[in-house]
């Protein structure tokens, strides 16, 4: 492709009359050499320099967010401050989405990525992909709620109207906290940990997703921290907890 529209399709903070200028101040290079045009042609595998740093291209990117309180999954700011404010601008682009939601008030990884397709799979409830979650209740947690959880358990509807059920879910207690624990759900129903602990006798008070498929939260990511998903490591998205 033209290397005006190679680069601004990875740095969104350039556009291509910003690539333009660079050109014509020779900022810009292709395999070691000047580039002259913002006609000149870039394959994928190209060695692309702008201002000496690097772009490496890529046809899409997968981005780990560690979402504080507070963030909201959306792509719109009428929802509230979102999670694609957490994105460097060095790694923004154009199409980028929170893939699935976490709640305003939780915290935790977030997928950010512009491929739609691996966030259908990721999604889609035939694929029951696991998401582990570390909670923290109200009271101490009860050996009941492993069976409780084990079954289907059936929640009030959220428009206050019948009853609707949710897949069995996995929980393990902490032993380090009489009050914690994990939970691994294989869907995503709206608060669904909280209105599962609500239909237990317990109360959720804090909640943190830990881990996607078999990809945990990075450990020394800090909250608001955002990195990239080395391709090697997007297909754990979508595979078990071993």
Do not use: W
């Not at 199409?95 to 939601?101: K, S, T």
């Not at 977030?110 to 029951?128: I, N, Q, R």
């Not at 009853?163 to 393990?172: D, F, K, R, T, V």
């Not at 691994?184 to 940990?193: A, D, S, T």
């Amino acid at each position: 492709m033209r290397i005006d529209k190679f680069i601004a399709s990875q740095r969104t903070d350039l556009s291509r009359q910003d690539v333009k200028r660079l050109i014509r101040k020779g900022e810009v290079t292709l395999d070691g050499e000047k580039v002259t045009s913002p006609e000149t042609q870039a394959l994928a595998d190209s060695e692309v320099l702008v201002s000496g740093e690097k772009i490496v291209y890529r046809e899409h990117i997968y981005l780990m967010i560690n979402k504080p309180q507070g963030y909201v999954c959306s792509t719109s700011d009428r929802d509230g401050t979102n999670v694609l404010e957490l994105v460097p601008p060095k790694l923004r682009r154009k199409g980028l989405f929170p893939a699935g939601r976490l709640d305003k008030d939780s915290e935790g990884f977030v997928l950010v990525t512009d491929d739609g397709e691996l966030a259908h799979k990721m999604l889609a409830p035939s694929s029951h992909v696991p998401k582990t979650y570390y909670v923290r209740l109200e009271k101490p947690f009860e050996e009941k709620y492993r069976e409780l959880f084990a079954k289907e358990m059936s929640l009030d509807a959220l428009d206050g109207e019948g009853m609707e059920s949710c897949l069995p879910a996995e929980i393990c207690s902490d032993e380090s906290d009489e009050c914690a624990c994990t939970v691994v759900l294989h869907e995503g129903k709206y608060h669904q940990i909280k209105r599962m602990f609500e239909n237990a006798g317990n109360k959720v008070v804090f909640l943190r997703r830990i881990c996607i498929g078999n990809l945990p939260l990075e450990e020394n990511l800090p909250l608001g921290g955002c990195l990239e998903i080395l391709h090697k490591d997007v297909e754990n998205l979508l595979t078990s907890k071993i």
